[in-house]
């Protein structure tokens, strides 16, 4: 592992209401923390869509303006524009070197775009990506299945406890969340077409 590395972005969306947040670490695949507050969470759309990154963090940029230019090209069609960026990052030669992984989301929709051409769109609507992922994402599956928190208080509680968990996740946290009355809706993402 080479290069700076943004660590951990975990998603939980329910009832219209979609959540994303990520710590603040980055790191050289030495393990030597760089930055404590960066931020590894995006409004895109005008603040219609979240994404966040976790992985190398100039390849995660480069894709985020690859997601960005898909979801204007597709009218804010979230699964549509994560399909095509799936399918241009795996087939476009510069592209497919690039290490990272994105979640994406609305208020409808959540899926994870990996660096294989894969979209997936999780069933329980909670999505993690980097180091501290697997933390994260159990510990947000716990709080969704026997709790009552909203999305927000979820993502922030789960990465609190990835922190305490891995390495390379601190406790500097950015959450962003949009919900369906924030103007997303039907009229920028028609029903189905999720992915994987």
Not at 15 to 31: F, K, M, Y
Not at 40 to 51: P, Y
Not at 119 to 148: F, K, N, Q
Request: charged fraction near 20%; include cysteine.
């Amino acid at each position: 592992m080479t290069g700076y590395h943004g660590t951990t972005v975990l998603a939980v969306l329910g009832d219209g209401h979609l959540a994303i947040g990520g710590d603040g670490q980055v790191s050289t695949g030495e393990g030597t923390i760089l930055k404590h507050g960066a931020r590894k969470v995006r409004r895109l759309r005008g603040g219609k869509v979240l994404a966040g990154f976790a992985g190398a963090v100039a390849d995660a940029i480069t894709l985020l303006e690859a997601l960005e230019a898909k979801l204007e090209a597709y009218q804010g069609n979230v699964p549509r524009a994560a399909v095509e960026l799936g399918r241009q990052w795996r087939t476009d030669r510069t592209l497919h070197r690039l290490e990272a992984q994105i979640l994406v989301g609305d208020s409808r929709h959540l899926l994870v775009i990996s660096g294989s051409g894969e979209v997936i769109e999780p069933d329980d609507g909670v999505a993690a990506v980097g180091s501290g992922g697997a933390y994260a994402l159990a510990a947000a599956r716990a709080l969704v299945r026997h709790g009552s928190m909203n999305p927000g208080a979820v993502v922030d509680a789960a990465l609190r406890i990835a922190a305490e968990i891995c390495v390379y996740t601190n406790d500097t946290i950015t959450i962003e969340e949009v919900t369906a009355d924030d103007g997303v809706g039907a009229a920028d993402a028609p029903p189905g077409g999720g992915g994987a």
